[in-house]
């Protein structure tokens, strides 16, 4: 290995202790699957991460498995005596209903290629399944930098979503922690690493390769960087700078008259009143521990404050339990601004806010009991029977808005 070759791998390897330290990807102990799928970026991430093993002072076992998704000519065979060598058998885990399945939802939805977001989705339950199965606790994916700037860029032009996916999250469902490490490493590092090391590559069997909505937006962004060449550093720096975020979902603020307005629970102003609201109107007054208060799916509400004049006085938030239901939760107003129909307001704000996107609505929410009437009145009727939450009866209630 020549000394060229040698400093683009110590360029991946820097990048990936870079986002070991900014985001605790590895600890020790970890049993890391590596997802394998024959291309330059998750060969390079499994051989940095073979040496990463050696440096980073940090005791944790690779597992490499591939996923067979059914595409034309796959063969592994040459793949898997290439990992022998380096010491570790790779798994190829049979999952070739993906492309039939694919194909089936291709036909149904009359699309003129096979569906990417459905594919990405059971490849990562796929691996997720093999993980579990032999007892990882962590999937490791090859997505790069560029990869997270296209997908930013795809959630702001077809979405309408600034957002881009995350170097590490816990899958609740999988019981995995889902990470990836070259998050900071650039796609010509890995392309030059593959080359000068010269890893082995499998051809990709998948028909929409280089044909995808993902493909337009690299070449959109690649004009933008040869133009604009300082663009892509700070396109990378944009996604960590959260001194200088200023967008405008913090900065809603929804009149609902006589100086009473509702924000949404965005920062750490709003964060902070909503949770001393609810501290003093749950914990303080009715007397509900603190540890059944903060519950463990708090990120999965959409969550408001109410201020009056300024001074926040009440909360209330809502989640999706399907696409035509939700569930209002927290709802509360302090004791001293009670008596003025500030609840039935803010809740037929809600209301109103959801229906104007789903239609025909089913609202639920859980009532205590003493606010059973309360509820009636803005047209909820109960449903089953009263149970007990908190120390507190409660009546399951309902209310459907055509």
Not at 156 to 170: C, E, Q, V
Request: net charge positive; with cysteine; hydrophobic share 40%.
């Amino acid at each position: 290995m020549g000394h060229k070759s040698k400093k683009h791998l110590r360029e991946v390897l820097a990048q990936i202790k870079r986002a070991d330290e900014n985001f605790n990807l590895i600890e020790d102990n970890d049993r890391i699957v590596i997802g394998i799928s024959g291309g330059k970026d998750s060969i390079v991430l499994f051989y940095a991460l073979t040496l990463y093993q050696k440096f980073s002072n940090k005791n944790f076992t690779l597992i490499p498995i591939m996923l067979d998704l059914g595409f034309d000519r796959f063969d592994a065979e040459n793949y898997k005596e290439y990992f022998r060598t380096l010491g570790y058998e790779l798994d190829v885990a049979d999952s070739r209903q993906v492309f039939k399945i694919l194909e089936i939802q291709q036909g149904q939805q009359r699309l003129s290629k096979l569906p990417c977001s459905i594919c990405s989705r059971m490849k990562k339950a796929a691996i997720n399944k093999e993980a579990n199965e032999i007892k990882a606790n962590k999937v490791a994916f090859a997505h790069h930098i560029d990869d997270a700037l296209e997908t930013m860029m795809m959630n702001m032009i077809s979405g309408g979503r600034l957002a881009t996916f995350a170097p590490k999250m816990y899958l609740e469902n999988a019981k995995i922690t889902f990470i990836r490490p070259l998050i900071f490493v650039e796609e010509s590092s890995i392309i030059k690493t593959q080359m000068e090391l010269d890893l082995p590559v499998m051809k990709s069997g998948c028909p929409n390769d280089k044909k995808t909505r993902r493909e337009d937006i690299k070449n959109l962004l690649n004009e933008i960087y040869i133009n604009t060449p300082e663009a892509k550093s700070n396109f990378q720096l944009m996604l960590t700078n959260y001194q200088h975020a200023d967008l405008w979902f913090d900065k809603l603020e929804f009149p609902l008259g006589d100086g009473l307005t509702l924000k949404p629970v965005t920062g750490n102003k709003t964060t902070t009143d909503m949770l001393k609201i609810r501290f003093e109107v749950f914990v303080i007054e009715q007397k509900v521990a603190l540890s059944e208060e903060i519950e463990d799916d708090e990120d999965s509400y959409s969550a408001f404050v109410l201020y009056l004049h300024h001074e926040p006085i009440g909360t209330i938030r809502y989640k999706h339990l399907n696409k035509q239901t939700i569930k209002l939760g927290r709802i509360a107003i302090i004791k001293s601004a009670r008596g003025h129909g500030y609840g039935r307001r803010v809740i037929n704000f809600v209301e109103q806010l959801v229906y104007t996107k789903v239609r025909p609505l089913t609202i639920q929410l859980g009532a205590q009991i003493q606010a059973e009437n309360f509820y009636a009145r803005l047209g909820y009727t109960p449903i089953g029977e009263q149970y007990v939450e908190a120390n507190i009866l409660h009546v399951n209630m309902q209310k459907s808005l055509k």
